[in-house]
């Protein structure tokens, strides 16, 4: 009934709420992903950049997402970025935050890095709702940056929060930094750690698949 694909607009207690429908399925997101390009493999690493506090890319991917219904572009994603930093008119060149400037590049290198993970996860949401094996599957931006869970999901009546991260020596030093950020004690916590030889490849990006529901299923009824 209203335009732009949204359900509902509401504001209780002075909070403004946003629901949309209609966004795509899966078949239809890997046809996005597929034809996606990316130059962010094997890209210099900057220590300063590795280790600095920047704002999260987390926010703008998944604004981007939301506005568009559609995977952002790399380029997208880089400039929006760029935009919402309120970068200087030479910011091809420096990228300057706080008291810090980066050379550009070096901040973009790490930005695409987490580019393959962040479209990984996004998928994987709606492979896990699209299976219609749980009562609920969430994703919430203030969740995953702040609690460190990258979905909360219901089955049989029960809640758990869902950890992914690739089984690779800096997949396995990530989930370890987590772990130190973030308190899990109070959830009942799913690690999922993936091969990469068990992904399966759309274009230049690895997702995971329906395997890893069932697998993700299996480890919530030993929990149980």
Sequence with gaps: ?????????????GQIGIVRGGFPSVVALELQIAQLPY????QNKNPDVENSRLPPFIQVFYYLFFQRYAVPSQDAFWQT????????ADRDMYFRYQSNTFAAQDVKNRLLRSYPSLIR??????VCLESSLFEEVV???????ELGIDLSITYKGKHYAVSIF???RRGRAFKQKKDKRHDYSGVTEIVLDVNLNDLDKKGNFFLMGYSHVQRLLVAMQASA
């Design 81 to 88: 970025y760029c935009n919402w930093t309120e970068q200087a």
């Design 166 to 168: 690739t089984d690779t």
């Design 39 to 42: 130059e962010g493999a094997a």
């Design 121 to 126: 996860d996004l998928h994987f949401y709606f």
């Design 1 to 13: 009934m209203f335009l732009k694909k949204i359900a509902d607009i509401s504001i209780k207690n």
């Design 139 to 145: 994703y919430s931006l203030k969740t995953d940056f």
